[in-house]
């Protein structure tokens, strides 16, 4: 009894949540749509399958599927090959049978591999873009706007920004920061009492108020239809049914389209556990989506959506990022906005297309600042170099670029920087200077790899003559044969030609080193009497400096 009070608690804050991305998702289904040369009412339909079937089969409580714009490229070449959407909606459901395939293959493993630091600056990157996107829209520039409609990861367009400054509209701009202040206000300690009313749905509703408002008393500051949600309007029953496109089969008859299909299914899977990670990252309970079940349901997803004559659907950022922000709690947000964009798009277009962009674009702008706030930045530099490069490489690169390049780009700078750590980190040291030569005492990490063999190589030549060198093993678990066979070269050719007395210590049996250089434990050297030695000790690049100036 105390769940079901507990699930009717929450229906309330989801049903709000999933209006607000329903209101978001509707103009983004439909610019993907024109984007990609589709039929319009394809990306109603990919949104529909989004949000009811994948939002029902999901595992994830906040992530939101529909149009992929990540796929608008891949989508707009194929439907242009193949000349015949009817045919390229067999390659959606190959894409769909694919994914199911994945998914039992368990293949969801692959986000678990993105470092955090990248995953931050994916989504601070895609906070960027969608503030850029949205402000042609927030301004009131409609000229070409498919152009900017491609969503937050299809690359800057730095020409989108200086042509809508020259198209304002004063009454856009009006709506937009209208809704932008409402939202910030909702954030305030006066306007608690208030929550229970989502802010996205105030500033939709205040924005079409406005915008009525206007045409009866300031018509220069109107909005015309080309500002506005334009939702195809069907005139009855039968005119809606005729929007439907339904898959030539003799499309799997071409190579072609299995191709087609193969790259939209690694693509769309790739975006999705990007998406889905991110997600989770956002979500307050810190909930985990499991990825496997994830990629059997956006298969499933797309199945249906290739038979019923929509577009490629994967978990979309912009649209969770959304229903996070919105306060959803459950994937019935999700199910919810599916259920109204099919029932709104059959019944009230006429309304819904009243709404103005810009309080769209308001709603988008506030979110994606939430993605990347000043403190996420601050939050990255106090985790050191390490951290802040790929964090903030990875945002450059997706605003820049698009999300796959730019999350591929921040893990290659990722990697490099662990494998210079990894190849830094190879030993500590501590090391006794005297008048008669020194005594170096070389403790080999918990793992020598081949990465280290140019810093021990190099180390090694740098050796001083007439040294006492022990090289110790005791606490290494692992050590590359390429590091074994440069240190036997050396205790059994240079160390006796430069007079370097070398000492083993806790190398195993299975690493064959020189037995005359074996020792059971650190050696008595001989030490001048009555000197006091000098004393250092630290890493790699320390040692390294000091045996560079002593040479």
Avoid at 151 to 174: E, R, V, Y
């Amino acid at each position: 009894m105390k769940n079901q009070a507990y699930s009717f608690s929450l229906f309330k804050n989801d049903f709000l949540s999933g209006s607000i991305v329903f209101l978001i998702a509707l103009p983004l289904c439909l610019g993907i749509a024109q984007a990609c040369h589709a039929p319009l009412f394809s990306g109603v339909v990919a949104g529909v399958i989004g949000g009811i079937v994948i939002g029902s089969l999901s595992g994830s409580h906040l992530s939101v599927s529909g149009p992929a714009a990540g796929l608008t490229a891949i989508v707009l070449a194929a439907i242009s090959d193949l000349n015949a959407f009817d045919i390229f909606l067999c390659a959606v459901i190959i894409a769909g049978a694919a994914q199911l395939l994945f998914g039992f293959l368990k293949a969801g493993g692959f986000a678990n591999y993105i470092p955090s630091n990248v995953i931050e600056g994916m989504l601070g990157g895609i906070g960027l873009t969608i503030i850029i996107k949205q402000l042609p829209d927030a301004v009131g520039y409609a000229k070409n706007m498919q152009a900017v409609m491609e969503d937050a990861d299809d690359g800057f367009l730095w020409n989108s920004i200086t042509t809508a400054a020259t198209h304002m509209q004063p009454g856009a701009i009006f709506i937009a920061v209208t809704g932008m202040v409402l939202l910030i206000l909702w954030q305030t300690k006066p306007f608690k009492k208030l929550a229970m009313v989502p802010a996205g749905l105030v500033v939709v509703v205040v924005g079409t108020l406005l915008n009525e408002l206007f045409k009866s008393l300031y018509p220069n500051l109107a909005l015309d239809s080309s500002h506005l949600v334009k939702l195809p309007i069907a005139n009855s029953v039968p005119d809606f049914f005729k929007q439907f496109t339904f898959p030539n089969l003799e499309g799997f008859k071409s190579a072609k389209v299995w191709e087609i299909g193969l790259v939209i299914a690694i693509v769309g899977s790739i975006e999705t556990l990007l998406c889905l990670e991110a997600t989770d990252k956002l979500d307050p309970l810190k909930r985990i989506s499991p990825t496997d079940r994830e990629l059997k349901a956006q298969g499933v997803g797309n199945i249906v959506s290739g038979l019923l004559g929509g577009l490629p659907v994967t978990s979309v950022i912009v649209r969770s990022s959304a229903n996070v922000n919105a306060g959803a709690k459950s994937k019935a947000s999700t199910i919810i906005h599916g259920v109204l964009l099919l029932v709104c798009a059959a019944a009230i277009p006429l309304v819904l297309n009243l709404i103005p962009k810009a309080a769209l674009a308001a709603i988008l702008i506030f979110t994606g600042y939430k993605l990347c706030k000043p403190s996420v930045f601050k939050h990255m530099w106090q985790g050191g170099r390490s951290q802040f490069i790929p964090f903030l490489a990875t945002l450059v690169c997706v605003v820049y670029l698009d999300l796959l390049k730019g999350v591929g780009i921040g893990l290659l700078i990722s990697i490099f920087s662990i494998l210079r750590h990894n190849a830094r980190v190879t030993y500590f040291y501590h090391r006794l200077t005297y008048s008669g030569g020194d005594i170096i005492k070389i403790a080999l990490a918990q793992e020598v790899s081949f990465l280290n063999k140019a810093n021990i190589k190099e180390t090694l030549n740098k050796l001083p003559e007439n040294s006492q060198v022990v090289i110790d093993a005791t606490d290494t678990e692992y050590i590359d044969f390429d590091v074994l066979d440069l240190i036997r070269d050396f205790c059994n050719v240079t160390a006796a030609e430069r007079k370097i007395k070398m000492s083993l210590v806790g190398f195993k049996e299975i690493y064959k080193v020189p037995a005359n250089a074996i020792a059971e434990n650190t050696p008595e050297f001989s030490i001048p009497k009555n000197e006091v030695p000098k004393e250092s000790s630290g890493d790699y690049k320390a040692l390294m400096d000091q045996l560079q100036n002593k040479n």
